[in-house]
């Protein structure tokens, strides 16, 4: 369990003694599911003991660069030592799988360490870099800690100069074609 709560059910003052308690349910349930959700490598897709995968659904067994990466953001007022473990591994994890070319993976598979750089239909991760240098930053500025960001220097020049790569014209923006990241493909395919 965390060591505070994030918020005060009874903060809320609209809301009626039974609301609040479900606010609170609500809260401590979200707290188990990240629970069930850590993982050596970091924050696992799905809770692996919950779920069983086969076929394509193997890749639910891996730790998602984006998703990672947001769970990473959006944990970070938790003060729980676990949870903070765990943010740390799954940056560690997508950071050390880099190509050499400096793209970041979609995801590395948990089971196996194998790094996975395209998504559905083979189209590349555009966002899995821009989520981790931004998860990156907020875990290094939440925490004090700059080892990463340190550690990683070279990795993060290479994926800013893959990035930077993506903007065709060098206006500043990525040019990112119409289905041109996994998430953007799902509408189409």
């Not at 994030?6 to 609500?26: D, G, I, K, M, W």
């Not at 996975?116 to 931004?134: K, N």
């Not at 990795?155 to 060098?170: E, P, S």
Request: hydrophobic residues 40%; proline residues 3%; contains cysteine.
């Amino acid at each position: 369990m965390a060591k505070r709560i994030l918020f005060n059910p009874s903060e809320y003052r609209e809301l009626n003694a039974e609301e609040q308690e479900l606010l609170h349910v609500a809260y401590q349930k979200a707290l188990e599911a990240l629970r069930r959700n850590i993982t050596e490598k970091g924050f696992s897709a799905c809770s692996l003991v919950d779920n069983v995968v086969y076929g394509t659904d193997a890749n639910y067994r891996a730790v998602w660069a984006r998703d990672g990466a947001m769970t990473v953001i959006w944990t970070l007022d938790l003060d729980d030592d676990e949870i903070r473990a765990c943010q740390r591994a799954t940056l560690d994890t997508i950071f050390s799988h880099q190509s050499p070319a400096g793209q970041i993976p979609g995801y590395v598979t948990i089971d196996d360490d194998k790094p996975e750089y395209m998504g559905v239909g083979g189209i590349t991760a555009i966002d899995a870099g821009l989520w981790m240098v931004i998860a990156l930053w907020r875990y290094s500025q939440k925490t004090d800690d700059w080892s990463l960001v340190e550690k990683y220097a070279a990795q993060l020049q290479r994926l800013m100069d893959w990035l930077t790569a993506q903007d065709a014209n060098n206006c500043g923006m990525l040019e990112i074609p119409e289905a041109g990241d996994w998430t953007d493909l799902f509408a189409r395919s």
